[in-house]
C-alpha cells in the first residue's frame, strides 16, 4: 500500500515511476476520508490544494533533478501559518483566520516540493500534553491496548500530527516542541520526533506559545524520514533574530554513521521514585542496544532535573501571557459581539475566545510577571534555568549524548486524564530539561508495553548536533526493530 | 536665574526632570521594513509585524540603533555595548502585539549630559540619566463616526528614543532652554527632526517643589505628553503652584499622572498611583541581547557633525564674533553653514553683523526659512565683496539687499542696473560741496559761529545731491576742507 511507504521509499518509488505523486496524495486523501472522522487528526484537510500540488510535484519529477521531498504528502500541525489556508491555533479566537503568508518552516517544505494534506490538531495555542484542550475536538490515538478498545490521547501537543503519522495518513508532519509537544506525543503514538536545537529552525510565522523555548521539528515513521524533513525545514532565516547563523550538515547521511566509541551518558536523575519497572526494562534494553552499537556508557548526573518541571512552569506561561495579548479580537480572530467598551470588548473576546488551560497559563504568566513576584517568581527561574544548561554543558563534557526515557508513561485513556492539572503536567517530566537548554532532543520507539502501547526512548544531544541524535538514533531503530503499527491505521481500519 | 514661587508660609524652589520622547530619524520603522513617512493615508505604512500578526518577529533595524548612538555621542553619554529589549505589557487598541518593545533594565545610552544658556548669559548643566530605544503605538481616531473609533497603524513600531534627564532644572526657564538645546543636538546629529507640532518630539514633565535646596526631593507629579516648549513652561509654572497651595494649606501631593489643559490653564488627574499599570516588564525573548562594536561606535564617533557647542566656540575664535551672535548663528545648523559659506575669507564680524541684521530682519519679513531664501550664502557674500572694495556704502548696500530679496539679481546685477556706484571722483564731490555750500550761506554762518551740529546738515546735503552714492568718508574730507578753509 502506498500510505505503509516511508518517505525514504516514496521518494525512490516516485524517482522510478513505480507510482505517480497523484496517486500518492490520492491516496493519503482517500485514507484521511476514511479515518479523520473518528481520529480528529486533521482540523482543515486541503484535498483540492493537494491534488494541484501532485500535479505540479509529478511535473517536476517528470523534468527530473526534483528535491528530495517533491511529491511527499505530509501533514502541518496547525500552528504553522500557511498562506490562504485557515490557522486555527486550535483555538476558537482564530477559528476564522486565515493568514496571508507563510511560514518559513511551511515555506521551507514547499520549496522542497512537499505536498500539504491539511492542517493537523493540536492542544489549543500548543498548551497541553494529551491533544484535549483543543476547540477542534480530542484525537483519538490510532493504537489501543490489547484488551480494550478505550479510546487512548495521542500525547500533545502536535497530537494530531502523531496520530496522522501514526496512522499512515500523512507520511510525516511538522511538530512543535516547547516543553515536550513532539517527543511526548511521538512516544505516545509509536513514532520518531524530532525537536532540534532552539534556533535551527526558524520560528517565523509560527503562532508562538513560549518564545524562547518553541522550535519545530519532524515528526515521521523512520529516523531516516525525521533527517529528510529536517533537512528541509532547517536553516537560518534573518526574520528571527533567534535562529541561529549556523550550516545544516547532511543529516540523511548521519543515519549510517559507526556509533564506534561514542559515549552515551545515562542521567541518574531520570528515575524518579514510583516509575514503572516495565519502562526501567525498556530504557535499559535501550542502554544494552547501544552498548552493542559500540558506544560506551556513562552513568552522569543533571542535578537540577527536579527544578525543570516547576521553573518550565513560570517561563512558559509568562511569556505565554505576554505572547497571546495580541488575541484582542481587534485586528483578525473573532471578536466578541455586544461589547459596551474597549475593555469589555477585551474581557468578552479573549473570555470567549480561549479555553480553561490557555486561561489557567495566561493568569499563571501574568502573576509571576506581576510587580512584586517578579524576583520571587520569573527571575528566580531564570537563574534554576541557568543551572539547568550548566547541568547539560557539564554533562556533555563527559559524554556525546543522553539517553532516558522521553514520557512517564505510555498514552492513556481521554476518561482517565487527571483531574489536576500539575499531575497532567507530570508528562513532560523528561521533556522540559533539554527544552530549557535549548538541547535537540528525539524520541524512537523502541516496544510495546504489556498491554500493547508503545514506549520510546529519548536521545538528548549538544547543541546544533542533530547529527549524533540521528546516528544514535537510526541505530537504536535498527536494533529494536520496532515493527508494531496501531489497529487504526490506513488499510487496516473499518 | 533663580525661580522660587512665594506661598504665604515661605519660598518654595521648583524641582523638574523631563523624559522626552524623539521620533528617530529613519527610513524603516525600529522591528520592521514599513516606511516611516509623515503623513501617510492611515494604514499604508504598516507590516504584518507592526500589526501584531500571528507568527510575526521583530527584526532591529540597525540604522535605528547608529541613530541612538550618535546622539548618546553627541549627548557626551556613556555608550552600554551590551543592551537589552524588555516588552512592557499593557491593552490598548494602539498597540497592537498588547506590549511595547523597550529597554527598560539596560538602555543603550547611559549618563550623559547637556549645557543650557540662559537669557542672563549664565550657563547650567543638566544630567541626563539614560536614553533607551522603543516602539511608538498607532494612533487612535475618535472624530470620524459618531459611534466607532478607528485605528492608524502607520505610527506604531516607530522608533522612539526616550531620553530622561536627571531632576536637575530648577525653573521654568530652563526646562524651556533645556527643550531648545536638546532639539539644536538632535537636529544637528540628524537623528530626530523635533517638530514638537508633528508630534516627533514630545515630552513629559515631572514636577516636585520644596522648601528650599537642602530638604529632600517631595512627591512628584507627571505630566504627559506635552507638545510645545511655551506650553512646558507653563505646565510647570501652573503645577508647582498647585502643589504648593496643597503643601501649604496642610494636605500632601499624590504621586499621579496629569494632563495640562492649556486652554484652562491647568493640569489635572489622568490617573493615580493605584490605577498605575503593572507593566509586567520582561526580557523580549523574541529578541538577543544587542551587542555593539567599539570600533563601530567610534566610526560613528569620527562620522558626527560639529555639534552647537564646538561650532559656537570655533565663530567666536575664528570669526572673532560675540558669544551672543555666535549663539544666533549656531541656532540652526543651516544658519551656520550659511554663516561660514558667507564668512569665509571675508571680514567674519561684517558678515555675522549683516546676517543677524537686515539679512535676518528680511527673512523674517517675507516668512521664509534660510533654506528658502532667494538670496543664497553666495550672493550676500558677493555683496559684502562689493562694500569691501567701495563699489558701495552700507546705506546703499541696504537697498541693494532689499532688491536682491525681491527680483534675485545679484548686487552686481543692481549696481549696475540702477547706476549705484559709490562715487569716488573728487571733482564731482567737491563740486556738490562747493554748491551745497554756496547754496546755504546762511547755515554756513550759523555753523561758523559755533553751531557744530550743522556739520551734519551739510553731509546730508552732499549724500543727497549725490544720490547717496558718494564715498561718505570722502564727503567728510572734502567738506572739512572746505568749510573750514
Redesign the interface.
Given at each position: 500500500m502506498l500510505t505503509d511507504l516511508t518517505i525514504a521509499q516514496a521518494a525512490a518509488g516516485l524517482r522510478k515511476r513505480d507510482f505517480s505523486a497523484t496517486e500518492l496524495t490520492k491516496a493519503h486523501i482517500s485514507a484521511i476520508g476514511q479515518l479523520n472522522g473518528r481520529l480528529n487528526a486533521y482540523i482543515t484537510v486541503t484535498a483540492d490544494q493537494a491534488e494541484t500540488a501532485a500535479t505540479r510535484a509529478d511535473k517536476t519529477l517528470a523534468a527530473g533533478d526534483a528535491p528530495t521531498l517533491t511529491g511527499i504528502p505530509l501533514g502541518i500541525k496547525d500552528l504553522?501559518?500557511t498562506n490562504g489556508v485557515r490557522?486555527t491555533?486550535g483555538s476558537r479566537i482564530?477559528s476564522n483566520?486565515v493568514?496571508?503568508?507563510e511560514?518559513t518552516v511551511t515555506a521551507n517544505l514547499l520549496k522542497n516540493g512537499a505536498v500539504f494534506l491539511g492542517k493537523t490538531n493540536l492542544d489549543e495555542f500548543a498548551m497541553g500534553s494529551a491533544n484535549l484542550t483543543s476547540a477542534f475536538g480530542e484525537v483519538e490515538n490510532p493504537w489501543h491496548r490489547s484488551s480494550d478498545s478505550t479510546a487512548l490521547v495521542p500525547g500533545g501537543s502536535s497530537g494530531g500530527s502523531a496520530a496522522a503519522v501514526a496512522a499512515h495518513i500523512a507520511m510525516g508532519a511538522t511538530g512543535t516542541d516547547t516543553g515536550g509537544s513532539i517527543r511526548q506525543p511521538a512516544a505516545y503514538c509509536g513514532i520518531v520526533g524530532l525537536k532540534p536545537t532552539y534556533g535551527r529552525c526558524s520560528?517565523?510565522?509560527?503562532?508562538?506559545f513560549?518564545?524562547?523555548l518553541d522550535q519545530a521539528g519532524p515528526m515521521t515513521r523512520t529516523v531516516e524520514d525525521a533527517a529528510i524533513m529536517l533537512q528541509a525545514m532547517a536553516g537560518h532565516d534573518?526574520?528571527?533574530?533567534?535562529s541561529a547563523s549556523i550550516a545544516v550538515p547532511d543529516y540523511r547521511a548521519a543515519t549510517t554513521r559507526s556509533l564506534k566509541g561514542l559515549r552515551v551518558g545515562i542521567p541518574a536523575e531520570y528515575r524518579p521514585d514510583g516509575m514503572s519497572e516495565e519502562l526501567l526494562a525498556v530504557w535499559q534494553k535501550g542502554i544494552d542496544m547501544l552498548r552493542e552499537a559500540g558506544c560506551e556508557i556513562v552513568d552522569v548526573s543533571l542535578p537540577h532535573t527536579k527544578y525543570g518541571l516547576a521553573t518550565y512552569y513560570i517561563i512558559a506561561p509568562?511569556?505565554c501571557?505576554?505572547n497571546?495579548?495580541?488575541y484582542?479580537g481587534?485586528?483578525?480572530g473573532v471578536r466578541a459581539e455586544g461589547a459596551t467598551s474597549?475593555?469589555d470588548l477585551?474581557e468578552k473576546s479573549r473570555h470567549n475566545g480561549f479555553g480553561e488551560e490557555v486561561r489557567r497559563r495566561i493568569l499563571v504568566g501574568?502573576y509571576v510577571?506581576?510587580?512584586g513576584y517578579?524576583d520571587a517568581y520569573?527571575l528566580k527561574a531564570q537563574k534554576v534555568r541557568t543551572l539547568i544548561q550548566r547541568d547539560f554543558a557539564t554533562a556533555f563534557e563527559k559524554v556525546d549524548v543522553l539517553l532516558t526515557p522521553t514520557a512517564p508513561t505510555a498514552a492513556f485513556g481521554h476518561n482517565e486524564k487527571p483531574d489536576d492539572p500539575v499531575q497532567m503536567y507530570l508528562n513532560d517530566i523528561f521533556t522540559v530539561p533539554a527544552s530549557m537548554a535549548g538541547q535537540p532532543a528525539m524520541s524512537v520507539p523502541v516496544a510495546l508495553d504489556s498491554r500493547g502501547l508503545p514506549l520510546g526512548l529519548q536521545l538528548i544531544g549538544r547543541h546544533f548536533d542533530e547529527e549524533t541524535l540521528i546516528a544514535a538514533g537510526a541505530a537504536l531503530e535498527k536494533s529494536a526493530a520496532f515493527s508494531a503499527r496501531p489497529d487504526l491505521r490506513a488499510g487496516a481500519a473499518a | 536665574m533663580s525661580y522660587t514661587i512665594e506661598g504665604s508660609t515661605g519660598t518654595w524652589e521648583i524641582v523638574v526632570g523631563l523624559e522626552v520622547h524623539a521620533q528617530v530619524i529613519s527610513k524603516s520603522k525600529l522591528f520592521s521594513g514599513a516606511s516611516t513617512a509623515f503623513g501617510g493615508e492611515p494604514n499604508t505604512q504598516v507590516s504584518l509585524i507592526d500589526a501584531g500578526f500571528p507568527g510575526m518577529l521583530p527584526v532591529i533595524n540597525g540604522e535605528c540603533v547608529a541613530q541612538a548612538v550618535r546622539t548618546g555621542l553627541g549627548l557626551k553619554a556613556r555608550i552600554n555595548l551590551e543592551s537589552r529589549f524588555d516588552r512592557k505589557n499593557y491593552f490598548y487598541a494602539d498597540l497592537p502585539q498588547g506590549y511595547q518593545i523597550s529597554q527598560f533594565a539596560h538602555p543603550i545610552i547611559g549618563e550623559g549630559k547637556i549645557e543650557i544658556e540662559l537669557s542672563d548669559g549664565s550657563t547650567r548643566e543638566i544630567g541626563i540619566t539614560r536614553l533607551h530605544l522603543e516602539q511608538d503605538a498607532g494612533k487612535l481616531l475618535h472624530d470620524q463616526d459618531p459611534k466607532l473609533s478607528f485605528i492608524d497603524l502607520n505610527r506604531a513600531g516607530v522608533a522612539l528614543m526616550e531620553i530622561v534627564s536627571e531632576p536637575d532644572i530648577r525653573t521654568p526657564e530652563e526646562a524651556g532652554a533645556y527643550l531648545r538645546k536638546l532639539r539644536q543636538i538632535l537636529r544637528y546629529l540628524g537623528t530626530c527632526d523635533g517638530n514638537m507640532d508633528e508630534g516627533s518630539m514630545r515630552a513629559d514633565v515631572n514636577v516636585s517643589v520644596r522648601r528650599n535646596a537642602g530638604e529632600p526631593f517631595r512627591t512628584r507629579c507627571e505630566i504627559k505628553n506635552v507638545n510645545s516648549i511655551r506650553f512646558v513652561t507653563q505646565a510647570i509654572e501652573i503645577e508647582a503652584a498647585r502643589q504648593v497651595e496643597i503643601w501649604e494649606s496642610g494636605g500632601s501631593v499624590d504621586q499621579e499622572t496629569r494632563l495640562f489643559d492649556p486652554g484652562r490653564g491647568e493640569t489635572r488627574s489622568l490617573r493615580s498611583k493605584e490605577d498605575a499599570h503593572d507593566y509586567r516588564y520582561f526580557p523580549d525573548p523574541d529578541l538577543l541581547p544587542l551587542v555593539i562594536e567599539q570600533n563601530w561606535v567610534d566610526q560613528l564617533k569620527a562620522g558626527l557633525p560639529e555639534l552647537p557647542d564646538e561650532k559656537r566656540a570655533r565663530f567666536q575664535k575664528e570669526y572673532g564674533i560675540t558669544a551672543y551672535d555666535a549663539g544666533v548663528l549656531v541656532a540652526e545648523q543651516a544658519t551656520a553653514d550659511f554663516y561660514e559659506s558667507v564668512a569665509k575669507s571675508r571680514d567674519g564680524k561684517s558678515a555675522a553683523a549683516w546676517m543677524t541684521g537686515d539679512f535676518f530682519a528680511a527673512l523674517n519679513r517675507t516668512g521664509r526659512s534660510i533654506d528658502e531664501s532667494p538670496v543664497g550664502a553666495d550672493k550676500l557674500g558677493a555683496m559684502l565683496d562689493l562694500i569691501a572694495d567701495s563699489t558701495i556704502n552700507g546705506k546703499i548696500a541696504k537697498d541693494v539687499l532689499e532688491t536682491m530679496f525681491e527680483t534675485g539679481e545679484t548686487p552686481l546685477e543692481i549696481v549696475e542696473r540702477k547706476g549705484l556706484r559709490q562715487v569716488t571722483d573728487t571733482g564731482a564731490i567737491e563740486k556738490a560741496a562747493d554748491d551745497v555750500i554756496a547754496n546755504n550761506a546762511d547755515k554756513l554762518e550759523q555753523y561758523r559761529g559755533g553751531k557744530d551740529k550743522l556739520f551734519g546738515f551739510f553731509v546730508g546735503q552732499v549724500m543727497k545731491a549725490t544720490q547717496g552714492k558718494a564715498n561718505p568718508a570722502m564727503v567728510n574730507e572734502i567738506l572739512k576742507k572746505k568749510i573750514h578753509g
Open positions: 504553522f501559518c490557522t491555533a482564530l483566520f493568514p496571508p503568508y511560514s520560528r517565523w510565522g509560527t503562532i508562538a513560549a518564545s524562547s534573518p526574520k528571527d533574530s533567534t509568562a511569556e501571557s505576554s497571546l495579548a495580541r484582542d481587534i485586528r483578525f474597549l475593555d477585551y501574568t510577571l506581576s510587580a517578579y520569573y | -
